[in-house]
C-alpha cells in the first residue's frame, strides 16, 4: 500500500513535470521563431543598406563628375572670353 502511494506521487511529479517541460518547450519554440525573424530582418535592412549606401555612393560620384564638367567648362568660356577680347 505504501509503494503504492509513492509511486503514485512519483507518476503525479512525472506528470507535473511533463507539463512544465511541454510548456517550456512551446516558450522555446516562440522563442526560436522571434530569434529567426528577427535575424532574417537584421539581414534584410542589412541588404538595403548596402544597396541604398551604393546608390548614394554613385549618386555622389555623378554630381562630382558634373561639377568638374562644368567647372572645366566655365574655365573654358573665360579663356574663349579673354582671347575675344
Known sequence: MQL???LLKKE????????KLL????ELNS???IRNLS????????EELETT????????RLCEERAQESWVAALRMERALSELT
Open 4 to 6: 503504492h502511494r509513492r
Open 12 to 19: 503525479a511529479r512525472c506528470s507535473e513535470s511533463r507539463k
Open 23 to 26: 510548456s517550456v518547450c512551446g
Open 31 to 33: 522563442v526560436c521563431q
Open 39 to 46: 535575424k532574417k530582418r537584421a539581414g534584410d535592412l542589412s
Open 53 to 60: 549606401a551604393a546608390y548614394h555612393r554613385q549618386e555622389a
